[in-house]
T-cell receptor
Framework: AQTVTQSQPEMSVQEAETVTLSCTYD???????LFWYKQPPSRQMILVIR??????QNATENRFSVNFQKAAKSFSLKISDSQLGDAAMYFC????????????FGQGTRLTINP | DAGVIQSPRHEVTEMGQEVTLRCKPI?????LFWYRQTMMRGLELLIY????????DSGMPEDRFSAKMPNASFSTLKIQPSEPRDSAVYFC?????????????FGPGTRLLVL
């Protein structure tokens, strides 16, 4: 069974600084998708960024980028120029490309932005 | 575009009562997912449907839980009878079951409290 691990329960960063959230996963599949979701206090799950495993190029979305290391099964999220609105729980998630469509989530990292 | 719609947003009920949660997926999406979020277990899939057909219900806790999708625009998750341990946030998500369009979009969730 696939598993996703986020080893940092909490992180904090100064406003305008850069922070990196870690995620590792375990799978025997070669084709899959990885996601980062943001959950602010409203509890809404918001997609931040997605990565397809067969693509070597790291995904970027404005201030958000990932470092995808397939061999190491690592998928970290970098947030540049942190803003107060980035404060939230961040969840890493995995999904197989074929077969079962369910998302497997990590435990989450609570990110605090210090003004 | 309307996102995934869930109702009610909050539900407080007493142990033993029947609870029905409702979900309207994004128009045109053909996959629908029900997830549950608790402090102890995090985010976990309960059941998902493809083209209105249940595909994987292995996450449904027990016979007290049931889910239906009578048509492409509506799904229900029912708990009967409810118990205090069912207290959680229940999310509905939808996606297209198609390569490169498989991202799951979440509704705002239903916060259930069983007294």
């Amino acid at each position: 069974a696939q598993t996703v691990t986020q080893s940092q329960p909490e992180m904090s960063v100064q406003e305008a600084e850069t922070v990196t959230l870690s995620c590792t996963y375990d799978t025997s599949e070669s084709d899959y998708y990885l996601f980062w979701y943001k959950q602010p206090p409203s509890r809404q799950m918001i997609l931040v960024i997605r990565q397809e495993a067969y693509k070597q190029q790291n995904a970027t979305e404005n201030r958000f980028s990932v470092n995808f290391q397939k061999a190491a099964k690592s998928f970290s999220l970098k947030i540049s120029d942190s803003q107060l609105g980035d404060a939230a729980m961040y969840f890493c998630a995995y999904r197989r490309a074929q077969g079962a469509q369910k998302l497997v989530f990590g435990q989450g990292t609570r990110l605090t932005i210090n003004p | 575009d309307a996102g995934v719609i869930q109702s009610p947003r909050h539900e407080v009920t007493e142990m033993g009562q029947e609870v029905t949660l409702r979900c309207k997926p994004i128009s045109g999406h053909n996959s629908l997912f029900w997830y549950r979020q608790t402090m102890m277990r995090g985010l976990e899939l309960l059941i998902y449907f493809n083209n209105n057909v249940p595909i994987d219900d292995s996450g449904m806790p027990e016979d007290r839980f049931s889910a239906k999708m009578p048509n492409a625009s509506f799904s229900t998750l029912k708990i009967q009878p409810s118990e205090p341990r069912d207290s959680a946030v229940y999310f509905c998500a939808s996606s297209l079951n198609r390569r490169a369009q498989e991202t799951q979009y979440f509704g705002p969730g239903t916060r259930l409290l069983v007294l």
